[in-house]
């Protein structure tokens, strides 16, 4: 009987071993599943943030051409009620063109009169000037006549004095004779004097009439040209007005495209929005079964069965476990406080690039986390780097090779050599610094550049100090 039963409990153990060791196998295989889901999720997951990026930024173009169209549409606006001005200042400024064109049309017909005048005065002073010449030779015969009577006067009272008594009678008609003949002697010299200032004045108005006649004559010509001038600017005015009508023409032409392509922006920008909406619908999906599989890589690892990560996972828990330690420690022994420890007040560094930060804990961490964090790191060939960040993403101190100096201007390579003093407040870092589960596994994707991506396993761990949760430690490691 005692024998019977320690067979059967040797058969129950055995059948229990195979039972145990069955969980386990199919326990490693839920935790390869799990890890390869959660690879794919976050595979997709990262497309999709591309594709979601893409989205966004198609949208946002999509809403400033749509902005721009609306102000183009505004513009255009504006541009018809330019037109339309211009258009009645046109013909306003042809209404214009065409009175001033009937004044300068009534002003040389009135300057042609007036020409006309001023030549036929000139005409009758010169009529004038003749009729004078004649006059002053009719009173020089008279003159002449009068000489000549004088003298015969003359004579006839020297024979009536000769005659005695008998020429008394003669002499007295001799005397009236001579004294007539002065008299019309002084008669013509006061004509031709007369003559003389009338001729004066007549060869003066005579001299003025000319000039008047060629001041009347360009007058007239520039009045002309005035009118040739208002003439070309009526033809260019007329033209502007042709060109305003098809402008406006062009414009109404114009408001129904704009309106039209301003309808389909405003269709093509409310599509994107949808679809960037149900893309962050996605991404929401995608990080919840990102969430699943993360926990269900931890209740795998947490059996106590040894999975692909165990190795990863026991490094990194004991490293933070390390640090934990190490903070307290510090402090309690007044190293360091918990204030400057826990500081969150970043300064940035003048001239870094990318930014790097300091802070008041910066100079402790220099000191010590390096000497934990290397180790980690060359720990497993598959681990590209371990180390600690705060729960703002704030990594203070890299591993050594991540670690040189900043070269001045040289972006690209301060990026892959010089990562300490930075902050990744990325989705992956963020949650690394924040995880206060024993531990927490992510997949992402690492870009490689030039649109190149490497797919990462990022394991962390809490760094707690007297129970307050100071960051993590992280790790990236390859598949």
């Not at 009620?81 to 306003?92: I, P």
């Not at 208002?230 to 033809?235: C, R």
Request: proline share 1%; glycine share 8%; net charge negative.
């Amino acid at each position: 009987m005692n024998d019977e039963n320690v067979a059967k409990d040797a058969s129950d153990f055995a059948n229990q071993q195979d039972f145990d060791d069955q969980v386990a196998v199919v326990i490693k295989k839920i935790a390869v599943d799990a890890g390869d889901i959660v690879i794919e999720i976050a595979d997709v997951a990262g497309n999709i943030e591309d594709v979601t990026a893409r989205i966004n930024k198609q949208t946002d173009s999509f809403n400033l051409v749509r902005e721009a169209a609306a102000a183009m549409a505004q513009t255009k606006d504006e541009i018809a009620a330019a037109a339309q001005t211009s258009l009645s200042v046109a013909e306003k400024a042809n209404s214009d063109v065409t009175q001033s064109r009937d004044k300068v049309e009534v002003s040389l017909a009135n300057i042609q009169t007036l020409v006309d005048f001023v030549r036929d005065i000139e005409e009758r002073l010169t009529g004038l000037n003749g009729a004078l010449e004649e006059v002053r030779g009719v009173s020089s015969v008279i003159q002449k006549i009068a000489s000549q009577t004088n003298l015969l006067a003359l004579n006839a009272t020297i024979e009536a004095a000769r005659a005695g008594e008998a020429g008394k009678g003669f002499a007295v008609v001799a005397s009236e004779v001579k004294n007539l003949a002065g008299q019309t002697a002084k008669a013509t010299e006061q004509i031709d004097q007369t003559l003389e200032d009338l001729g004066t004045q007549v060869e003066l108005l005579m001299g003025e009439s000319a000039r008047g006649v060629r001041n009347a004559a360009e007058a007239q010509e520039g009045t002309k040209d005035i009118g040739d001038a208002i003439n070309l600017v009526g033809d260019a005015i007329a033209k502007v007005d042709g060109e305003l009508v098809n402008i406006n023409q062009a414009t109404s032409s114009i408001d129904v495209h704009v309106d039209g392509v301003v309808t389909q922006l405003e269709e093509m920008s409310a599509r994107a929005e949808e679809n960037r909406t149900d893309l962050s619908g996605c991404n929401e999906r995608i990080s919840k079964l990102r969430d699943f599989g993360a926990d269900l890589i931890q209740l795998t690892n947490q059996l106590g069965v040894e999975t692909v990560d165990s190795f990863f996972i026991k490094q990194i828990v004991d490293g933070a476990k390390t640090v934990s330690e190490l903070f307290e420690q510090a402090v309690e022994r007044g190293e360091i406080s918990m204030d400057d420890l826990f500081d969150r007040n970043y300064i940035k560094v003048d001239g870094s690039n990318p930014t790097q930060y300091t802070n008041k804990a910066l100079r402790f961490l220099d000191k010590y986390l390096t000497e934990i964090q290397d180790p980690i790191q060359a720990s497993h060939e598959k681990f590209v780097f371990a180390a600690c960040v705060d729960t703002n993403g704030y990594l203070p101190v890299h591993n050594s090779m991540f670690s040189k100096a900043q070269k001045q201007g040289d972006v690209e390579w301060n990026t892959a050599n010089s990562r300490n003093r930075m902050i990744f407040n990325d989705r992956v870092g963020l949650a690394s610094g924040r995880n206060e589960k024993p531990f927490l596994v992510q997949a992402y994707r690492r870009d490689m550049g030039g649109g190149q991506f490497v797919m990462m396993k990022d394991v962390s761990a809490p760094i707690m100090v007297k129970g307050k949760h100071w960051g993590g430690l992280r790790s990236g490691y390859k598949l």
